[in-house]
């Protein structure tokens, strides 16, 4: 990633309030029951932290991975009021390792790297969950953001779905706020 981007998403969070997006992703909270309740997570580009706080609440020892030091003091903040521990750690996943593993789940929303993909699947544990989710083409019909470079074609997902990896949901439709999605939960085989 380059430095500009970098600063992009520094400036971004530099300008929100600690209440920003406090809700999990719906889809992850939709899926709870499909998830494990406790072991290690991984949140992908987790920003500010909303999905690692609400899986840390939820029992799991809980590791945040983003570009943006900014983004990441600021899920550790909220962390700390709500009495949660999490770990974060600044990395680009461009250029850098995924946190290392095993991990028993790993979620990734609104963060778009195909070839990240069968590195997670990688690192989870056998029987460890990914929880994937990220708009799709068709969601330009409503909205400007994100632009074509940050979408999945119509139906990528599927075939984006690494071999050692079984989808249990996998599905592409109009979220219930509005947005067009493709989304994957899948167990490691
Ligand atoms: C649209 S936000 C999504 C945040 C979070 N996953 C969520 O759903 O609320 C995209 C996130 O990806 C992070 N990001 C972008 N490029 C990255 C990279 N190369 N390595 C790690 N994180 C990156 C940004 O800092 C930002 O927090």
């Known amino acids: 990633m380059s430095r500009a981007d970098r600063e992009k998403w520094d400036a971004r969070y530099a300008g929100a309030d600690e209440g920003m997006a406090a809700a999990p992703s719906l889809f992850l909270a939709r899926v709870a029951d499909l998830l494990p309740r406790s072991g290690r997570a991984l949140d992908v580009a987790g920003g500010a932290g909303r999905n690692a706080l609400w ?3 939820r029992g799991l020892e809980v590791t945040i991975a983003d570009v943006s030091q ?3 003091d600021l899920a550790a903040s909220r962390a700390a009021r709500a009495g949660l521990a999490l770990r974060t750690v600044c990395v680009d996943l461009d250029d850098e390792p995924l946190p290392a593993g095993p991990w028993d789940l790993v979620v990734d929303t609104l963060y778009l790297s195909r070839p990240l993909l069968p590195v997670i699947a990688a690192a989870l544990r056998p029987g460890g969950v990914l929880v994937f989710l990220q708009p799709t083409v068709t969601n330009l019909e409503r909205h400007d953001k994100p632009p074509r470079g940050f979408l999945l074609e119509t ?11 079984e989808p249990i949901v996998l599905e592409e439709s109009w979220s219930e706020d509005g947005h067009h999605e493709a989304r ?5 085989r």
């Open 55 to 57: 899986l840390a609440s």
């Open 184 to 188: 994957l939960v899948a167990r490691r």
């Open 155 to 165: 139906g990528e997902l599927a075939s984006l779905v690494p071999p050692d990896l």
């Open 70 to 72: 900014v983004g990441l």
